[in-house]
């Protein structure tokens, strides 16, 4: 099991440039979550699919924040325009069917907008 | 709506001595809790977990933690700290409503160990 994989581990970019966060949970995981974290807010939901349909968003900061996910296999969190207050560490979450099942995390995407 | 508290953003402890990571909660109806564990540059990782039946609950690398219903809180705790333990830990919680679907984060405790 090769666990939640993101992608890229760490982006830089500058102020205005749309940026496109990948992840790819764990096959047979239905529930997909987005979390931001900074040291100012901690951890922070963003949104969760469940069966690739987008269920709760209302942690989305802004419009200029989007998140797709086209299939089981592959979810995208996208920002444009990018501002430098959106530097932030993003985390891909998946966990199986059941409220009691843990949610595994992947290692992160560290932003950062100049 | 649900909450998580942990009281202190870092637990100093030396090494071999017994730990303890606080967490307090608010939620409607039957709580799962969960504790996890990050380390630097890294996503993060599952502990342990408390969904019902026996309040002292095992987990991993010899941590366990204890549901108090009527102090509505779940500590972590360790009987002997290793330097290796030294990370960041999160409690969450999750609730019924939405169907225990999403997880409520504390701010997180950061644990120092000291050999």
């Known amino acids: 099991d090769a666990g939640v994989i993101q992608s890229p581990r760490h982006e830089v970019t500058e102020m205005g440039q749309e940026v496109t966060l990948r992840c790819k949970p764990i096959s047979g995981h239905d529930y997909l979550f987005w979390y931001r974290q900074t040291m100012m807010r901690g951890l922070e939901l963003l949104i969760y699919?469940?069966?690739?349909?987008?269920?709760?968003d209302s942690g989305m900061p802004e419009d200029r924040f989007s998140a797709k996910m086209p299939n089981a296999s592959f979810s995208t969190l996208k920002i444009q325009p990018s501002e430098p207050r959106d530097s932030a560490v993003y985390f891909c979450?998946?966990?199986?069917?059941?409220?009691?099942?843990?949610?595994?995390f992947g290692d992160g995407t560290r932003l950062s907008i100049l | 709506a649900q909450s998580v508290a942990q009281p202190e953003d870092q637990v100093n402890v030396a090494e071999g001595n017994p730990l303890t990571v606080k967490c307090t909660y608010s939620v409607s109806g039957n709580p799962y809790l969960f504790w996890y564990v990050q380390y630097p540059n890294r996503g993060l990782q599952f502990l342990l977990k408390?969904?019902?039946?026996?309040?002292l609950v095992k987990g991993s690398y010899g941590f366990e933690a204890e549901f108090n219903k009527s102090q509505t809180s779940f500590h972590l705790k360790k009987p002997s700290a290793l330097v290796s333990d030294s990370a960041l830990y999160f409690c969450a919680v999750s609730s019924p409503r939405g169907g225990y679907s999403t997880l409520t984060f504390g701010k997180g405790t950061m644990l120092l160990v000291s050999p």
């Open positions: 699919f469940n069966n690739n349909v987008p269920i709760d």
């Open positions: 979450a998946s966990s199986p069917p059941g409220g009691n099942r843990p949610q595994h």
């Open positions: 408390y969904i019902t039946g026996d309040n």
